[in-house]
């Protein structure tokens, strides 16, 4: 059975190449989605001021296995103790926290921040001097060479850093070169004891240098002893982790984006595969049946088809392994550029991803033979003699329990998502499966639905097309199969790219029009030199003609609840401003008490977490810090800002850079300009602030929302390219089958162009036909997203997205079959016939 097969794919090459480019590109994708789901599940980063140190220790930065979005600092006093641990030689206690350069009073800009340090972590990058000394004394400092030369500064000199909010002159003693192949951030080097003062007391990792001899596992085994739960150690790539606070809170991201769009991509490898290799099938019907004549069994047969396609699946996915490789590169590289993940994170592609992506493939491709072989494998020897016939026989009970399942499973989603899914990160897990999973079993009732709208469409055919349209109406009513063939790709298509963009454009109206409403402010002041000291709010309120002033800070946190912690977005904001800066109604108690321990929430919150006014709401802030604030207001409701209200003093500490990094201004009724004009100098007397007007906010928050649009987007695109690529498959490969026809209806006197307008009123037929199933099948993610989003049924966003979705599906109905008809049609039609 195997020598058949490998002779049938020998001189059939071309009938299976549609096969092979659906298997080879769905076996790259399902490989790149694998590379890209074992680095979301590993999350390793190579150190980068740290790479001289083989272990490091840090805070943990998860908290009940959710990643903590802050950087989870460590007490001083365990330096001591990983000092003493077994085969220890050393034990360098490591800071790091914002410390900008000016230059005639403003930030040295440049492609990264700078930040300082304690001049002990100079040698793990390693940093030695190039010119001066080490730090001796509080107010010396020593600068990277890059920082020193940009600045103007040399040892001896004076230079002007901005830490802790506040410009403040050191004296530069040496200059430092950085060795190795690594480009940590810019470095400002302080003494150790003032470093540690600078960055609050607390430290954020303590790089360990084994002794001589020693085990890198063996000491790392001993430290984990030592420090016990206090603290997390790190080896091999993982130790960059310390250096990157928050990157683990991408991880889960990285995950479902890999796993959902994955299992979407086999989904739609199954059916294309099972598509292109049933309409090869369909088009070897009398080969089948002149098997069967000669006395090969329905088994003898399924074993070749399944040969076949072993063969075919073997060989596009060996080939498709480097190509998957680069697959899972690019979509890495479009979450790096747009900031999902860190630069800095490792992209892994091992062995595993590359196995189960083949295994995958060929999986989905032998589940897809079984279901297109089967009623090959029983074709009849008569058939032989009545293929037209056999070729419209498409109904079986599989079909049908299969086209159910997936469309009450596609249904399912879409009522799951407008009624039991709540607005937050995984409303799209549950809506864009909906649109996915409605396509195929549309597509596999298709050839039934085909013939019913094609009955529906022959009269205003008839009426515009003339000759040209009764011989495609004829053709849609005798081959209603190989039309269907055409249409269900393209449905698939038009049905995930308009379902996919909508949902995308829908959630960036609602996300910003939600956060601009919220903001009353008129004003923010913006840092970029690590936040504001203080004392700076306090300037701005004594500004003339100021309404109201409010500190700004943002950040992620959990609140404690018996069936298990739950994510929540908080923010940090001034007592005396909050009122008149946000929109926040309160139905109980006052956001005026909003000064140390306390919180405020909507009351929908409140209800949910069972609290109220004056109970204690148990919380862990974003660096993994246990709360107890008291609850001190409920405010209405907001579902698309759903977050909790902390005084900003208490949250910023628990911040990356311990400072806000916003200052929302309200000015008086009619003193909009004037209050302008002072901000703007105030602005301009702080180094590093930038004044703009509140939508800013929204505009940033935006940013925020865009930073998987990118991704989404790529990966979206290459499930629509893969589609389209079946599409022309599709139709090209029924095209070349149909050359015999085309010349016989030449030679009983149709002219070229009355067949060429054959197929441009079929192009037709299936382009409506398509575009109607697949806005239907749109509509089950669309729909519900919208619901929930916005309360509409509609989507937000240009109807030119849909008219571009359906344009260019138009350009490939029209264009993958008129052209090689064309060029086949150059041939004398005696000839077209005596080749088939």
């Not at 850079?657 to 703007?680: F, K, M, S, W, Y």
Request: charged share 15%; with cysteine.
């Amino acid at each position: 059975m195997w020598r058949l097969a490998l002779r049938t794919l020998k001189f059939r090459r071309t009938s299976f190449v549609a096969t092979f480019l659906a298997m080879f590109l769905g076996a790259a994708i399902v490989i790149g989605c694998g590379g890209l789901m074992e680095t979301g599940i590993r999350m390793a980063a190579d150190p980068q001021r740290l790479q001289g140190a083989p272990v490091v220790v840090t805070g943990e930065q998860t908290y009940s296995g959710t990643a903590l979005t802050e950087r989870h600092r460590i007490d001083p006093a365990l330096v001591g103790t990983v000092a003493a641990a077994d085969g220890v030689r050393a034990a360098v206690p490591d800071v790091s926290f914002p410390a900008t350069v000016l230059k005639d009073g403003e930030p040295l800009t440049g492609k990264s921040a700078s930040y300082g340090h304690g001049w002990a972590g100079a040698r793990l990058t390693p940093y030695t001097l190039a010119a001066g000394g080490s730090p001796a004394a509080g107010g010396e400092v020593v600068l990277d060479s890059e920082l020193a030369r940009r600045a103007g500064a040399r040892p001896g000199s004076t230079v002007d850093i901005v830490v802790q909010g506040t410009d403040r002159r050191f004296r530069v003693a040496g200059i430092a070169e950085q060795h190795g192949d690594h480009n940590p951030d810019a470095a400002v080097f302080f003494t150790d004891d003032e470093a540690r003062t600078l960055a609050g007391g607390r430290i954020d990792s303590v790089a360990v240098l084994p002794a001589a001899g020693r085990s890198v596992a063996a000491v790392a085994d001993a430290v984990r002893s030592a420090v016990g739960d206090r603290a997390e150690v790190l080896t091999g790539e993982r130790r960059g982790l310390a250096e990157l606070p928050g990157t683990l809170a991408s991880k889960r991201t990285v995950v479902i984006l890999a796993a959902v769009f994955g299992s979407s991509v086999v989904l739609i490898v199954m059916f294309g595969v099972a598509s292109t290799l049933g309409l090869s099938l369909q088009q070897r019907a009398r080969e089948m049946a002149l098997l069967r004549a000669v006395g090969s069994t329905p088994e003898q047969l399924r074993r070749m088809i399944l040969s076949e396609t072993a063969v075919l699946s073997v060989a596009s996915v060996l080939l498709a392994l480097l190509p998957g490789w680069a697959v899972g590169r690019l979509l890495f590289a479009v979450l790096t550029s747009s900031g999902v993940v860190s630069k800095e994170i490792v992209y892994h592609a091992g062995r595993l991803p590359m196995a189960v992506g083949a295994v995958v493939t060929v999986l989905a491709a032998a589940g897809a033979t079984r279901f297109a072989g089967r009623k090959a494998a029983r074709t009849e020897p008569v058939a032989a003699l009545a293929e037209a016939t056999a070729a419209n026989d498409w109904f079986s009970r599989t079909r049908l329990l299969l086209a159910l399942f997936f469309l009450v499973n596609g249904i399912g989603l879409a009522v799951a998502t407008a009624t039991v899914m709540e607005d937050g990160p995984t409303l799209a897990s549950t809506a864009g499966p909906a649109s996915v999973l409605f396509c195929i079993g549309l597509a596999l009732l298709a050839p039934g639905i085909t013939k019913a709208m094609v009955v529906l469409l022959k009269l205003p055919v008839r009426a515009l097309s003339g000759l040209s349209g009764r011989l495609a109406l004829r053709n849609a009513a005798t081959a209603n199969v190989r039309m269907a063939g055409a249409v269900a790709p393209i449905v698939l298509l038009i049905g995930i790219a308009t379902g996919t963009l909508y949902m995308q454009s829908t959630e960036d109206h609602v996300s910003r029009t939600s956060y601009d409403r919220n903001i009353l402010a008129d004003y923010v002041l913006d840092s970029t030199t690590g936040g504001f000291a203080p004392g700076v709010a306090g300037q701005v309120r004594a500004t003339p003609g100021v309404a109201a002033v409010s500190e700004f800070v943002t950040s992620r946190g959990f609140v404690d609840r018996p069936g298990g912690p739950a994510e929540v977005d908080l923010r940090g904001v001034s007592a005396d401003g909050v009122r008149r800066s946000l929109d926040l109604p309160t139905v109980a108690g006052s956001l005026t008490g909003l000064r140390g321990d306390t919180v405020a929430l909507s009351d929908k919150k409140a209800r949910e977490y069972g609290v109220q006014v004056g109970d204690r709401l148990p919380m862990h802030l974003g660096d993994g810090t246990a709360v107890r604030p008291t609850v001190v207001a409920l405010y209405t409701d907001n579902p698309k800002q759903q977050y909790l209200t902390l005084p900003a003093a208490a949250l910023a500490p628990h911040t990356g850079d311990g400072l806000p990094h916003q200052i929302l201004v309200r000015a008086a009724a009619g003193n909009g300009p004037e209050v302008h004009r002072r901000l703007a100098a105030l602005a301009a007397e702080t180094p590093g602030t930038e004044l703009d007007d509140s939508s800013s906010l929204a505009g940033r928050n935006n940013q925020i929302q865009q930073i998987l649009v990118s991704a989404n987007y790529t990966i979206v695109a290459m499930i629509v390219g893969y589609a389209a690529i079946t599409v022309v498959n599709t139709l090209v490969a029924v095209t070349r089958k149909r050359r015999a026809e085309f010349g016989l209806q030449r030679l009983t006197g149709a002219t070229r162009a009355q067949v060429i307008g054959m197929l441009t009123v079929e192009g037709v037929l299936i382009a409506v036909i398509a575009t109607v199933l697949g806005t239907i099948a749109s509509a089950t993610t669309i729909v519900p997203y919208s619901l929930v989003k916005s309360g509409s049924y509609l989507p937000s966003g240009s109807v030119g997205t849909y008219l571009a979705i359906v344009g260019g599906s138009l350009a490939l109905v029209f264009g993958a079959p008129l052209l090689p008809s064309w060029r086949g049609m150059r041939s004398p039609a005696v000839d077209t016939v005596k080749a088939a």
